[in-house]
């Protein structure tokens, strides 16, 4: 892994007098940052929803953060840049179930000795209540410059937090993403405005620097690279975010660590006066970390500091689990596991996400007629939300939950025109299926090249999809078919109800949709019905006060036995192309 060093000079006002540090500042100093990002709850080395166990947690960044501090002459700052609040059963029980205790990730990230995190998308999407208490519960600042409260004008986090570092002052700056009331209900983030990260970058940094004169800004960004680098994450899915372009516009930044993207970074982008600004992302799930070192040294002769700024991305594999961490947890850890290994009933054969990915299947088949269980509804949307999950015969655990739903989304009822129902689909099918103009076409849309060469991963050899399989949103409760010899926007023939009703064009429908799908995310709605962002909430008949997770228990519960069986309500033509082609396909996208 390589290791960049770039010489920086900065010059600053001593303020008892020039060309010698003061007695509060030293000679020499080097501060070691260490950072973490997109955790998703994965706090110990186990994996709550197969109860196996895990690469990366928290427990083994722990080891290492322990033996940087233990270094002599070397400060340690640790920071991470948001998203831990969802994904593992761990953090869901403390969200949802066991709410009057402590909540687990403040408790454990005050144990281990954060000095700052940045808010998360999936920070907001636990709720009011679960940040609340998390912000509440933490010994370190929660940071988003970018979102102000709308009642008082005022962030509604903490913009940023000024760390003291023997004499030395160090920044650090929380920006979120701003998509957020693209992707989530507003109940959740209700009374906020999440504002556009590169104004709000420019205004905070040139307070901070006039009021706080720093010695060091570091930007904490819950947000993709960016445009200027160009790249995918490991799920193939294409974040083209701000960290990049705040890198490349917004003068005073000396450092960036970036998350949200999953990916792991270790670059330098050259800033907007010239500086190079150095960017880190510590990819997920603590398999990683971002270690930045600043070295200093006073230069008497110019009165300034001489820095030297090196990073690394260091696998954390080689790490063992601090065992004290594990020993200090071990009854939560083990209330946590018979959670999820309580079974809620039985699956009489095998369900995967990976028939998903080419038609009708029971893995998401099985939310389509929940959906319309629930809300009575004319119409579901669903998509498969894990892209390779199976849930294998026999019972059923809380934790298979997580397999099969793995956000906290809410059930929305929405209004559809008949003729927005069809436009929707045309939009999921056009950026899900290729065209196919003969049977050894590929039949989905993958990542490609320059040269239109798809996109090979090099662990396995197996191809990237273009899209996130959670935006493959398919319809339950009308017949029709997807014809893939024919362009985008013209593919989907709507037959009839699955009832047997006419389809009407005109006629307004009921429909199921989660939340995620009706805040706007993917741009269904927007782009693929046609309706405006402002007009989403007029269509809003209803909404779950839960997320479906909690009502797939219950109903799965209540049922006993689920028999799972596509409801094959609709196909692609042609059938032969097709059959031909998913065979071929399962190969290019599973190495097994």
């Known amino acids: 892994m390589r290791k960049l060093k770039f010489l920086l000079l900065y010059v600053f006002t001593a303020s008892l007098f020039f060309g010698c540090a003061t007695s509060d500042r030293p000679e020499t100093l080097s501060i070691s940052i260490i950072a973490t990002s997109d955790v998703h709850g994965l ?57 009057a205790r402590v909540h687990i990730v403040p408790e454990v990230m005050n144990r281990i000795g954060y000095d700052a995190i940045v808010v998360g998308n999936h920070d907001i999407e636990a709720g009011p209540a679960v940040y609340g208490k998390v912000v509440d519960e933490s010994y370190f600042p929660w940071l988003a410059a970018n979102v102000v409260n709308t009642a008082t004008g005022k962030p509604w986090f903490e ?45 905070w940094m040139q307070l901070i620097l006039e009021e706080e004169k720093p010695d060091i800004v570091i930007g904490l960004f819950h947000e993709g690279m960016g445009e200027t680098v160009s790249d995918v994450a490991e799920d193939g899915v294409s974040y083209l975010s701000g960290s990049g372009m705040i890198a490349s516009a917004v003068p005073g930044f000396d450092i960036i660590i970036t998350g949200h993207d999953h990916r792991r970074w270790d670059t330098w982008i050259d800033g907007p006066e010239g500086a190079p600004v150095y960017v880190a992302g510590p990819g997920s799930h603590g398999r990683y970390v971002a270690e930045v070192t600043v070295d200093l040294e006073f230069n008497r002769k110019e009165g300034r500091y001489d820095r030297i700024i090196s990073g690394n991305i260091i696998s954390m594999q080689g790490y063992d689990p601090d065992r004290g961490l594990l020993s200090e947890y071990e009854g939560r850890i083990r209330e946590v596991r018979e959670y999820v290994s309580r079974k809620i009933g039985r699956l009489e054969a095998d369900m995967s996400s990976r028939e998903s990915l080419f038609g009708s299947s029971p893995f998401v088949d099985i939310v389509h007629s929940l959906q319309l269980d ?9 998509a498969p939300l894990s892209y390779d999950a199976t849930l294998e015969k026999g019972y059923l655990t809380v934790g298979d939950m997580f397999s099969l739903y793995r956000f ?55 191809y990237r999809l273009a899209g996130a399989s959670f935006d493959f949103d398919s319809a339950a409760g009308i017949d029709y078919t997807v014809d893939v010899s024919r362009p985008a926007g013209q593919r989907v023939t709507v037959l009839r109800m699955s009832s047997g009703e006419p389809f009407n064009a005109d006629r307004r429908y009921r429909v199921a949709i989660n939340s995620y799908r009706g805040s706007g995310g993917g741009g269904h709605l927007e782009h693929g019905a046609g309706l405006s962002r402002s007009g989403f909430a007029d269509r809003l008949v209803s909404s779950t006060s839960r997320d479906l997770r909690h009502y797939l228990m ?8 689920i028999h799972p069986v596509a409801l094959n309500n609709w196909k692609v033509l042609p059938e032969k192309w097709h059959r031909k082609a998913k065979e071929r396909e399962m190969g290019l996208l599973f190495s097994n």
């Open 43 to 99: 706090l110990f080395p186990w994996d709550f929803t197969g109860d196996v166990p895990a690469d990366g947690s928290l427990a083994r960044v722990y080891s290492y953060v322990k033996e940087q501090r233990e270094k002599p002459g070397t400060e340690v700052i640790l920071l991470d840049a948001g998203d831990i609040l969802q994904g593992q059963p761990l953090v869901y029980y403390s969200n949802f179930i066991d709410t």
């Open 408 to 462: 906290e989304n809410y059930l929305y009822t929405m209004e559809l025109y008949g003729s927005e129902i069809k436009d929707y689909l045309e939009y999921s099918y056009g950026n899900w299926f290729n065209t196919m103009q003969s049977k050894d076409d590929l039949l989905l849309r993958y990542r490609t090249r320059e040269d239109d060469s798809p996109i090979i991963l090099d662990s396995g050899g197996t």
């Open 374 to 382: 629930m809300t009575g509804a004319d119409i579901s949307f669903a």
């Open 159 to 203: 913009p940023y937090t000024v760390l003291d570092i023997k004499g030395v002052k160090v920044a650090v700056i929380g920006l979120t993403t701003p998509m957020v009331t693209e992707w989530l209900p507003e109940q959740l983030w209700k009374g906020m405005e999440f504002k556009e990260i590169r104004s709000e970058a420019e205004r």
């Open 554 to 561: 219950e109903y799965i519960e209540r049922e006993e036995v």
